[in-house]
């Protein structure tokens, strides 16, 4: 199974933009738009913040985004809030119709 | 309102055995495919298998292949995982998940810690 690698930590201050890469390879992140987003907040079960790359689920604020240029993923929030201080992992569907997490990203507000 | 509600985690010796259930409501089960997905303390989130609305498909992470087994009653629209061989490095919080491609619902997960 392939590993998509996260940075393990990113931060910023309200009302900034953070960026959080997900980077796999030409054969799986490269090459499949199945790439999904969680957020973790502390003590808390995993809530699906986009999919498909780029897609949102109903309720999740526009302030989230993902992209994908080549082998990385992205995920993208803007106006940052104290209330999405949280881990975040990137996921893959993969081409043996198993599922892959990148190791998460502790995002921490200022 | 779709709820997934995990239970059977516990205390358990290595080398033993458990098994998990996932109660679901709110949505039509049968429908769906299922996975069981783990974090161990401090860690990241880990995929350990998935089971098809059918369950014609099953798959597993290598780390548990041979010891887990997945399986599902849509009469009863529940989800299991039967653990078997418990090791140490499963010690987690074990989360069951609606979705194939993409985990739309989440439980909020049972603790199994294996310890002697």
């Known amino acids: 199974q392939s590993a998509l690698t996260q940075p393990p930590s990113v931060s910023g201050s309200p009302g900034q933009s953070v960026t959080i890469s997900c980077t796999g390879t030409s054969s799986d992140v490269g090459s499949y738009n199945r790439v999904s987003w969680y957020q973790q907040p502390p003590g808390t079960a995993p809530k699906l913040m986009i999919y498909?790359?780029?897609n949102r689920p109903s309720g999740v604020p526009d302030r989230f985004s993902g992209s994908k240029s080549g082998n990385t993923a992205s995920l993208t929030i803007s106006g940052l809030q104290a209330e999405d201080e949280a881990d975040y992992y990137c996921s893959l569907y993969t081409s043996s119709s198993t599922v892959v997490f990148g190791g998460g990203t502790k995002l921490t507000v200022l | 309102e779709v709820q997934l509600v995990e239970s059977g985690g516990g205390l358990v010796k290595p080398g033993g055995s458990l098994r998990l259930s996932c109660a679901a409501s709110g949505f039509t089960f049968s429908s769906y495919s299922m996975n069981w997905v783990r974090q161990a303390p401090g860690k990241g989130l880990e995929w350990v298998s998935s089971?098809?609305?059918?369950?014609?498909?099953?798959y597993y992470a290598d780390s548990v292949k041979g010891r887990f087994t997945i399986s599902r009653d849509n009469a009863k629209n529940s989800l299991y995982l039967q653990m078997n061989s418990l090791r140490a490095e499963d010690t987690a919080v074990y989360y069951c998940?609606?979705?194939?491609?993409?985990?739309?619902?989440w439980g909020q997960g049972t603790l199994v810690t294996v310890s002697s």
């Open positions: 498909e790359v780029s």
């Open positions: 089971i098809s609305s059918s369950s014609s498909y099953i």
């Open positions: 998940a609606r979705g194939r491609e993409l985990f739309d619902y």
